[in-house]
């Protein structure tokens, strides 16, 4: 089993920046593809974007182009960078794993690990 660690959040005006970190520890990080999910309130939980092993990534078209999605494995972490934040982004953001299979898979249900989560709060 791995055990993930969202950090980094915060409350932060709009057109501000933030990088999110996911610290893996238990079992390698290597073998899995790591996804980004987000919860506001009364909303369910979304996909943000996921990144394959390979380096692959994929991106929820309200934050393409915005936020970007990286890893190392070598240090078991994994990384959002957030820019140009709009208060929609405000939700509690957290870092899943999965094991690799083919693409990139944007359900939550799919992916085994979870983080506790990581508030980030986007003012106008």
């Known amino acids: 089993q791995v055990q993930l660690v969202e950090s980094g959040g915060g409350s932060v005006p709009a057109g501000d920046s933030l990088r999110l970190s996911c610290a893996a520890s238990?079992?390698?990080?290597?073998?899995?593809?790591m996804g980004w999910f987000r919860q506001a309130p009364g909303k369910e939980r979304e996909f943000v974007a996921a990144?394959?092993?390979?380096?692959?990534?994929h991106y929820a078209d309200s934050v393409k182009g915005r936020f970007t999605i990286s890893r190392d494995n070598a240090g078991n972490m994994g990384y959002l960078q957030m820019n140009s934040l709009k208060p929609e982004d405000t939700a509690v953001y957290y870092c899943a794993l999965r094991s690799p299979g083919y693409g990139i898979v944007t359900t939550a249900g799919e992916y085994a690990y979870w983080g506790q989560g990581t508030q980030v709060t986007v003012s106008s």
């Open positions: 238990g079992r390698s990080f290597s073998p899995y593809a």
């Open positions: 990144i394959s092993r390979s380096g692959l990534t």
